[in-house]
């Protein structure tokens, strides 16, 4: 775990920045898709997603970010409750994030063909070892995920040129697996009945 700004602050600071920038140029774009950047100082960011696809509008969830020693080591991406910015643990989510595994070279032909054969396999890009802990996104650019003992053979170091670990990369990632295939609510309606009212008066339960 990295505690403490180690790098030239200034330096992450420009970097910092400069995300910033680039995303203040496409804000128009993102806010049609959902996505709102509600607080931006550094070292942190505080993204929220609202689906567009749902009427009413619905928010799904909010991510904040930490570039703190940006960019020799990537963002920390945390889930955290919109209201409150209190970290979520991954019982609290309420949605997931689904990437298929293996098929970023695949041909929609081969696609079509795997769903009539149920032989798609779906990777869950949120993780935790129980619904109580805070799970991380298992995705190289994000801190957490360099940071996992399953991963040190992927050093951040291999990805750090790529654009991954980048504002507008991580964000993409979050809103194309876990808000874009939102389609419907569920609802969970619960009543309670007090009586019926007759002549003014009510009846007793």
Same mark, same amino acid.
Request: proline share 6%.
């Given at each position: 775990?990295?505690? +403490?700004?180690?790098?030239?602050?200034?330096?992450?600071?420009r970097k910092f920045d400069r995300q910033i920038a680039q995303?203040?140029?496409?804000? +128009?774009?993102?806010?049609?898709? +959902?996505?709102?950047?509600?607080?931006?100082?550094? &070292?942190?960011?505080?993204?929220?997603?609202?689906?567009?696809? %749902?009427?009413?509008?619905?928010?799904?969830?909010?991510?904040? %970010?930490?570039?703190?020693?940006?960019?020799?080591?990537?963002?920390?991406?945390?889930?955290?409750? &919109?209201?409150?910015?209190?970290? %979520?643990?991954?019982?609290?989510? =309420?949605?997931?994030?689904?990437?298929?595994?293996?098929?970023?070279?695949?041909? &929609?032909?081969?696609?079509?063909?795997?769903?009539?054969?149920?032989?798609?396999?779906?990777?869950?890009?949120?993780?935790?070892?129980?619904?109580?802990?805070?799970?991380?996104?298992?995705? &190289? =650019?994000?801190?957490?995920?360099?940071?996992?003992?399953?991963?040190?053979?992927?050093?951040?170091? %291999?990805?750090?040129?790529? +654009?991954? =670990?980048?504002?507008?990369?991580?964000?993409?990632?979050?809103?194309?697996?876990?808000?874009?295939?939102?389609?419907?609510?569920?609802?969970?309606?619960?009543?309670?009945?007090?009586?019926?009212?007759?002549? =003014?008066?009510?009846?007793?339960?």
């Amino acid at each position: 775990m990295i505690e +403490g700004q180690f790098v030239d602050e200034a330096v992450s600071r420009r970097k910092f920045d400069r995300q910033i920038a680039q995303y203040r140029e496409l804000e +128009g774009e993102y806010r049609r898709r +959902g996505w709102f950047l509600v607080e931006a100082a550094f &070292p942190r960011v505080l993204a929220i997603f609202a689906s567009s696809r %749902l009427n009413p509008r619905a928010i799904v969830c909010a991510v904040r %970010l930490d570039f703190t020693n940006y960019d020799l080591v990537p963002p920390s991406v945390t889930f955290v409750d &919109p209201f409150t910015g209190a970290a %979520l643990p991954m019982k609290s989510l =309420g949605f997931k994030m689904l990437r298929l595994d293996g098929m970023a070279n695949a041909t &929609p032909e081969t696609i079509t063909a795997m769903v009539q054969q149920g032989r798609l396999v779906f990777q869950e890009l949120m993780q935790a070892h129980s619904p109580e802990e805070v799970p991380f996104l298992c995705l &190289p =650019g994000v801190r957490e995920y360099h940071d996992h003992p399953a991963h040190t053979g992927d050093s951040w170091l %291999l990805h750090r040129r790529s +654009g991954e =670990g980048s504002l507008h990369f991580i964000l993409e990632q979050i809103w194309a697996s876990g808000i874009n295939p939102i389609r419907s609510i569920n609802y969970q309606v619960q009543l309670q009945f007090q009586g019926f009212q007759v002549d =003014g008066a009510v009846l007793p339960r």
